[in-house]
């Protein structure tokens, strides 16, 4: 037995199953008209790889969800989800504070999970075969730095953050990977406007410019 598994983890095959992070996308926005609607699709389907997503409706509902294709097959299934709202323990980490927000209005991801943080957890009678990603991922360590300024750039601006004040903050240095940076894009579900800068290195260097999304709809 411990020879089978040996050998599957020295010559691995990615089997792909499931259905791609983009597909998934695509079907949230042409059928979930809320955040609650988009998990319950979430919850159902499978995904091929590990995704983080951060959901949020024009009412000012917000969650996020960490999708996992769970490959060992765990008994949550892969399926973590946390808001801002203090009263919900999912919400909240074993030390009472909460995963990624500020406050009760605020919610943030990066790429690496919160929830999920022993995505894999192998062991072999009783010893351990392979830790959870973030102790050999490089993407770990190179997102806490970025997640926490935001963190703090988002108390410093509590209760007073438009689009101006947006730009700004995606504009700071260390927020900016300059080793992968496609595009820049800030949201307003209340409006259905993305504001979006691209084609320059750093993406955030050039002018946000709007797209109405309600009037492509209409």
Not at 151 to 171: C, H, K, N
Not at 190 to 218: S, V
Request: glycine share 8%; hydrophobic share 40%.
């Amino acid at each position: 037995m411990a020879g089978e598994i040996l050998t599957h983890l020295l010559n691995p095959k990615l089997l792909c199953s499931g259905i791609p992070v983009g597909i998934m996308g695509r079907e949230i926005l042409t059928k979930a008209g809320t955040v609650e609607q988009a998990l319950e699709y979430l919850e159902g389907k499978k995904s091929t790889f590990g995704w983080n997503i951060l959901l949020a409706d024009p009412r000012g509902a917000l969650a996020a969800a960490e999708l996992d294709s769970n490959i060992l097959g765990a008994k949550d299934g892969g399926f973590y989800v946390y808001a801002p709202e203090a009263d919900n323990p999912n919400n909240l980490d074993p030390w009472g504070r909460r995963w990624a927000s500020v406050g009760a209005d605020d919610l943030r991801i990066d790429s690496h999970y919160q929830r999920n943080r022993n995505d894999i957890d192998l062991k072999i009678f009783g010893f351990p075969l392979l830790k959870p990603q973030r102790y050999v991922s490089t993407f770990y360590f190179r997102s806490l730095r970025p997640f926490y300024i935001l963190g703090e750039q988002i108390d410093a601006a509590y209760g007073e953050l438009d689009v101006p004040r947006v730009i700004q903050i995606l504009r700071i240095p260390d927020l900016i990977d300059k080793r992968d940076s496609m595009n820049a894009v800030i949201y307003a579900p209340e409006k259905l406007i993305l504001y979006f800068a691209m084609g320059q290195i750093p993406a955030t260097d050039g002018p946000f410019i709007p797209f109405d999304l309600g009037a492509a709809l209409r």
